[in-house]
């Protein structure tokens, strides 16, 4: 070939050339050491990545619980109508202001799907479930005094009907219907085309109501007390027990400020306005209770208090009051009942 004849004929006849070179001439690197820059590069590293996966995993762990607390918010301040809100039924205003609370606060517990960290809370559940009955039995004590003959008020019932939950039903779209419906009673209130209930027949209807809530939640707390097997600190039951208790008295005691604020002539007999003073009172002790951890332990332990026995003795002395109220109204002369009824109707006009 053309590119053979080029190369040189001892390359052709012999081969390549090849130089041995002797151990002689080799470096050994039998002493060489890494880098120590290089080590402390290398287990930083090395150390850094296995921090950041134990990282990750304590992460994934610790923040479903984290997130279940934060997701835990009673608010049981005062409901405060603004001056600017001109309610014609201050008692509509409140629910609105309870239910608005609940649902653009932290959101409705029950509505929350099973992975999420409120699903596995269970006092704050039994707040709003409670907060709830207690508005809609309200609403249905109004919707019979506002009755126009013998026909309850149709807003207030409604109301009534949907602010008691039913199994597997979302509550956010019951709660903002039940809120669309007190709204409208108290817009037809204003315009006299709905009869509100004349404030000493309320104030005695409610005191007797809020009696009742007494006695029931009390019942259950003695359950819960008196039980052979108690769970330390307290058991689920006794969570929601106490709870459902403390979110009553809440609703008792803003619906009785509401009368002390809109009944100035009413609470100017010196009996009705002390024993309305007492009730309020007793009933805020028990909405006001806040326990870090709910604790049914017994009362004569060294470390742990029974809040299920204190939240009772409360509720014994709202229940004390609530009737003592009823019974200032019912002794109150027939001449300052009509005088307040008739302020009221000068105030607002009914329909006939």
């Not at 070939?1 to 390549?16: H, I, K, Q, T, V």
């Amino acid at each position: 070939m053309a590119f053979d004849s080029r190369l040189p004929a001892a390359y052709l006849e012999e081969g390549p050339v090849v130089t041995r070179v002797g151990t002689d001439h080799l470096v050994t690197f039998d002493y060489a050491e890494p880098s120590p820059i290089m080590l402390f590069f290398q287990r930083w590293w090395r150390r850094s990545i296995t921090m950041l996966k134990v990282g990750v995993v304590v992460g994934a762990v610790v923040a479903y619980p984290v997130m279940t607390v934060m997701s835990h918010r009673i608010d049981d301040s005062d409901v405060v109508l603004p001056p600017s809100q001109n309610w014609a039924s201050a008692e509509s205003g409140v629910a609105i202001n309870k239910i608005a609370r609940e649902l653009e606060g932290t959101g409705w517990a029950g509505d929350r799907a099973s992975w999420h960290p409120q699903a596995r809370l269970t006092a704050m559940p039994a707040w709003q479930k409670a907060t709830a009955d207690a508005l809609a039995e309200h609403a249905r004590l109004m919707s019979v005094i506002a009755a126009t003959g013998e026909t309850p008020d149709p807003d207030l019932t409604a109301a009534s009907r949907l602010l008691h939950g039913m199994p597997g039903d979302d509550m956010r779209p019951r709660l903002t219907s039940a809120a669309e419906a007190l709204n409208r009673f108290d817009t037809r209130a204003a315009r006299g085309l709905a009869v509100l209930p004349s404030r000493p027949d309320l104030l005695k209807a409610e005191s007797r109501l809020f009696a009742g809530w007494a006695e029931t939640d009390l019942t259950d707390l003695t359950t819960q007390i008196n039980r052979d097997v108690v769970e330390w600190p307290a058991s689920r039951s006794d969570i929601i027990a106490f709870y459902g208790a403390k979110a009553r008295a809440h609703v008792a005691r803003e619906m009785l400020m509401v009368a002390e604020r809109n009944a100035p002539r009413l609470t100017r007999d010196p009996a009705v306005q002390d024993a309305l003073t007492k009730a309020r009172d007793a009933w805020g002790r028990a909405a006001r209770m806040k326990p870090l951890i709910v604790s049914n332990q017994p009362g004569d332990g060294m470390l742990m208090a029974n809040h299920l026995a204190s939240m009772g003795f409360y509720l014994t002395e709202a229940n004390r009051a609530s009737l003592a109220l009823a019974d200032a109204l019912d002794t109150l002369p027939a001449e300052d009942l009509e005088s307040v009824a008739a302020l009221d109707a000068d105030l607002v006009p009914t329909a006939p």
